[in-house]
């Protein structure tokens, strides 16, 4: 496919250029507590190299990432290359380990896990770094200092922009309104299209929106999700995980016919 029939959008006010689609990095370092349907084996590393290079020769950018993911930061930290020009999205606050997710938004835990994103992404600075919210959107924005902390962080040059993943209409219009917040991630898709106000919001105040779970964990058909999703001029990119070349290819294809 060719790289340049995959549209772009700005993340809001970064000024971030993103393709529509984007890989999400899940499967590549983690299968066990999920909530996908059908198992599936860990992929080798050549696997996950061929997998990057299809996601390059589409012209996608973005590859989102987290320390929930299991052993995929690490897996990306090895295997991304500076010509590869991606644009890496992680996350705080939720760690896999032993089988369970275990949640810390404290500054301490915050800092701790940005500083161990880096090590594992070899990288000096992370691109952006998103609250990987448990569902307490409220509490993480108002009580947990996780926000500041994340500010503090960016001050001393270790992230260039702050996101929010949160699980609540509420939460997410709340994370808006702190002024602190770049990009927002949110659920999004034909079953579920409660967000859609906070899409428009954020549109509107110049914050990035990215789409996480658009097939909703493989229930909907691409066909479907990604055309209703893209349909939302807020929208910057959405992100789709899968092991599969094909898959991503054709994800890009109608992503490319259904955006002008």
Avoid: W
């Avoid at 079953?191 to 990215?210: M, N, T």
């Amino acid at each position: 496919m060719d790289a340049l029939n995959l549209p772009r959008r700005t993340l809001g006010r970064t000024g971030i250029e993103l393709g529509v689609i984007g890989f999400g990095a899940f499967k590549i370092g983690r299968n066990t507590q999920t909530k996908y349907a059908q198992p599936y084996p860990l992929p080798a590393l050549d696997a996950v190299r061929a997998l990057l290079d299809e996601v390059h020769a589409c012209g996608a950018n973005l590859i989102d990432t987290a320390p929930a993911y299991g052993c995929s930061e690490s897996r990306l930290g090895a295997l991304l290359m500076p010509q590869d020009a991606m644009f890496v999205s992680t996350k705080v606050g939720e760690r896999f380990e032993d089988g369970a997710s275990t949640y810390d938004f404290s500054p301490r835990a915050v800092e701790a896990s940005v500083r161990e994103s880096l090590a594992r992404l070899q990288r000096t600075r992370l691109d952006l770094v998103s609250v990987h919210s448990d569902g307490a959107d409220a509490r993480i924005l108002k009580r947990d200092g996780t926000l500041d902390a994340l500010l503090a962080l960016k001050a001393q040059g270790l992230l260039t922009h702050i996101g929010f993943s949160g699980k609540t209409v509420e939460g997410n219009q709340l994370a808006l309104r702190t002024g602190s917040v770049d990009v927002l991630m949110v659920e999004f898709h034909p079953l579920d299209d409660s967000q859609r106000a906070v899409i428009e919001e954020a549109h509107a105040c110049g914050v990035g929106v990215l789409v996480k779970k658009p097939l909703a964990s493989g229930r909907i058909p691409p066909e479907q999700a990604i055309p209703f999703c893209l349909a939302q001029a807020g929208v910057t990119s959405i992100v789709i995980g899968t092991l599969s070349r094909e898959n991503f290819a054709n994800n890009c294809r109608i992503a490319a016919s259904c955006v002008r």
